[in-house]
């Protein structure tokens, strides 16, 4: 066994259990932009194993852009100050706007970045989160998809990381007690 596995506690969604759902997610994409080509926005660098997925899973003419941004804040908890590491190429004046993330946890990034993008005009704007951290939002942040509900523990895993560590994990999974910032709570 690889010392990434070993620091695993307990696997909480397999690979296999992701792929499942998030075939049924790029269904209901296509089925929703029928005749449209959306714009799938990234955010790095969580969401890249998830939109890789999703985007193969989801049969329409779409396309990808990235942004990544920064929280300020220790490395498992956000401040809900953000900053913008990297722009969009794409502009989105007048596209069908999808929002990847890989976890909505406070929502405040995502909070943010809606506002964002939203002063470029864009057509419409949907977030479509893998992970949603039941009762910890700060903001109202609806993802209009949304991959699965998990209780407030701290993953890792399919881009999900802790200090750029575990990202390739193809599983989602919390770590070991002794690995952890002792200030998440
Ligand atoms: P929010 O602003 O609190 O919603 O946090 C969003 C970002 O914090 C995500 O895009 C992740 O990068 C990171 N994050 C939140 N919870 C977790 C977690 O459990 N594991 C890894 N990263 C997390
Ligand atoms: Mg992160």
Not at 75 to 85: K, N
Not at 127 to 136: D, R
Request: aromatic share 6%; glycine share 8%.
């Amino acid at each position: 066994m690889s010392e990434l596995h070993d620091d695993i506690g307990e696997v909480l969604i397999t690979a296999e259990q992701i792929q499942v759902r998030v075939r049924e997610l790029g269904e209901e994409l296509r089925s929703d932009y029928q005749g449209r080509s959306p714009l799938c926005i990234g955010i790095l660098r969580g969401a890249i194993m998830f939109l890789a997925d999703l985007i193969r899973a989801c049969e329409l003419e779409l396309q990808i852009d990235f942004i990544a941004v920064a929280s300020y804040g220790s490395s498992t908890r956000s401040s809900g100050v953000v900053r913008i590491l990297k722009d969009l190429d794409e502009d989105i004046k007048d596209r069908d706007v999808i929002l990847i993330e890989d976890i909505l946890d406070t929502g405040l990034t995502l909070n943010y970045l809606l506002k964002n993008l939203k002063t470029r005009h864009p057509a419409s704007i949907e977030i479509c989160a893998l992970l949603v951290k039941e009762g910890k939002q700060k903001v109202t942040v609806q993802p209009k998809y949304k991959g699965f509900d998990i209780e407030d523990r701290f993953v890792v895993g399919y881009g999900l990381d802790l200090n750029e560590k575990y990202r390739n994990l193809p599983y989602i999974g919390t770590l070991k007690p002794e690995l952890l910032d002792i200030e998440y709570t």
